[in-house]
């Protein structure tokens, strides 16, 4: 046997081709940019297969923290948005970069902690008390960081607890910089406390000490919406495939099938599409 | 201790089981990886011959730069990618990111300079010992750097290895370029670092293990053709 330079080129050729071959040879796909609770608390990998078969569609998820898939979006490197920051989301329809908001399901954010419960806090029903007594105790609390939905809620609610984190943050107050299980790995290693959504938490696996500390307070709401990207701003989008996505997830079978999605008996997201003007 | 063993009940598991999405992950890591050392190789290799024999102002400082470009962070090369293939980007019309090519190029421009500086060192090492014999023989440069390049041809295959595993086993590049997206650009490291963050440690730990067991395996086999080549071929 000779291997020449020849053959070399030609295999390198070959494992080139044969790489490239599967993108190009299905051609009904829109690529959605979402965030990583709607991707880690398995309710992609649950609704999509459902749209799939009715549609042909496949729905590629880029999972990123709410300001980078936004900012994905806003790039035009997807077709359709999936995210949890109403005032971001606003902002991204006023700015042109999508025609129309839609608002799809809701959970709640919960505060962990550990079991310890430095703060004294668990049971508590008030965020807002929670939190101050959290920065009062200067008890160590895990921060996403990373402008994601679940960082813009929690800065929202220090507001709201009228600490200023810029003036009171200490070593207690821990800036990850990462996303939602990292945070919540890193949360369970230091024993902290941290703001985390409903469903991620739920299909968290990895607790250590850490528990469900508060819940149940009204502010801790938290909406998804959904939004085509601007074809106006950017010619490639995939208009209509996009559009038949949006119109599914907000139709009623596409309610159902997130309302359906369920982890130990509890449901992770709760469908609230109300068509507007209703 | 009972993580562990809980990863490799996980490992075993899912190899027994052929668990096809998992097969679909190591079948694209590997399409990937081979496909940018195929790249790396091509470019590489004659690069890397080209420096150790060629001799040329700034020789000095290529050597440098290609020795330093080895230690490229990968989460930078991903962000350079990513912001030319984005559809905001110089090569956005050709719509790659978030697919496989997109993959391919960031780690082809990872493993290159491996690839050439590792050669440019085995070539120049090779040149040093033959160099007197080449120069009698009147070869010219040219045909010295492929007369050189088939006479190392056995080490070489070390340095490709080298790059294979630095591509098999590269996260922040390809994560991303690729986006991660679940049967289309999810690799055996991304899967890894997905599972992590949903705190599934000991199915993350098991993804590891099979990754690690198939860079050893294709180590192996390159070592056995290898050997097995060097025998005959002499």
Redesign the interface.
């Known amino acids: 046997m000779k291997f020449t330079r020849r053959s070399l080129l030609v295999a390198a050729s070959l494992a080139v081709t044969l790489a490239l071959s599967p993108a190009q040879a299905q051609d009904k796909f829109i690529v959605v940019s979402s965030t990583t609770s709607t991707q880690d608390s398995g309710l992609f990998g649950h609704i999509l297969p459902i749209f799939k078969a009715k549609t042909g569609i496949d729905v590629r998820v880029v999972a990123q923290g709410t300001g980078q898939a936004l900012d994905t979006g806003r790039r035009g490197d997807a077709d359709v948005v999936f995210v949890h920051d109403k005032v971001a989301e606003e902002k991204f329809v006023a700015d042109g970069f999508s025609p129309e908001r839609r608002e799809v399901m809701y959970n709640d954010f919960v505060l962990i902690g550990p079991k310890s419960d430095p703060a004294k806090v668990a049971g508590s029903k008030d965020i807002a008390g929670s939190l101050k007594k959290i920065a009062e105790a200067k008890a160590p609390f895990a921060s996403r960081g990373d402008k994601s939905g679940t960082h813009a809620a929690e800065l929202r609610l220090w507001r709201v607890a009228a600490i200023d984190l810029e003036k009171d943050k200490g070593t207690w107050y821990r800036e990850l910089g990462q996303g939602m299980g990292p945070t919540l790995n890193t949360a369970a290693g230091m024993n902290a406390y941290v703001l985390a959504d409903r469903a991620t938490w739920l299909s968290f696996k990895n607790r250590a000490d850490l528990t469900i500390v508060v819940e149940g307070d009204q502010r801790l709401f938290n909406q998804y919406g959904i939004m085509l990207v601007n074809p106006a701003k950017h010619a490639h989008v995939k208009k209509d495939l996009g559009q038949t996505f949006i119109d599914w997830i907000t139709s009623p079978e596409g309610q159902k099938a997130i309302a359906d999605y369920k982890i130990g008996g509890e449901s992770l997201f709760f469908p609230n599409f109300r068509k507007a003007g209703t | 201790m009972y993580d562990l063993s809980a990863a490799f009940g996980a490992a075993l598991r899912m190899v027994a089981g052929f668990d096809p999405a998992l097969m679909g992950i190591v079948a694209l890591s590997v ?2 990886s ?2 940018a050392v ?2 790396a ?2 470019l590489g290799l004659p690069l890397g011959a080209a420096v150790a024999l060629g001799r040329f102002p700034g020789r000095r400082g290529m050597i440098v730069v290609l020795n330093a470009l080895m230690g490229l962070p990968p989460v930078v090369v991903g962000l350079l990618v990513y912001l030319l293939l ?3 980007g110089p090569l ?2 050709l ?1 790659l ?5 997109a993959m ?1 190029i960031a780690q082809a421009i990872l493993i290159t300079p491996i690839v050439a500086a590792l050669a440019r060192q085995v070539v120049e090492d090779a040149w040093t010992e033959y160099q007197e014999q080449l120069r009698s023989l009147g070869a010219p440069p040219r045909r010295a750097v ?1 007369t050189l390049l088939w006479d190392t041809r056995f080490s070489l295959v070390t340095v490709v290895l080298a790059g294979f595993g630095r591509a098999a086993a590269e996260v922040g590049a390809v994560i991303m370029v690729g ?4 049967g ?1 650009t999810r690799v055996m490291t991304t899967a890894i670092a ?1 599972e ?6 000991p199915l993350a730990l098991g993804l590891g293990l099979i990754l690690i067991t198939l860079v050893l395996a294709a180590n192996a086999a390159a070592y056995t053709i290898k050997e097995v ?1 060097q025998r005959r071929l002499g």
């Not at chain 2, 990111?97 to 090519?101: A, G, N, Q, R, Y």
């Not at chain 2, 992590?196 to 440690?201: C, I, P, V």
């Open positions: 399409k990937v081979l496909a195929a790249i190789t091509v984005s559809r905001s956005g019309p719509g990111l978030f697919t496989p090519p391919i492929w986006g991660n997206i679940d289309v997905l992590t963050s949903k705190g599934d440690l080549a």
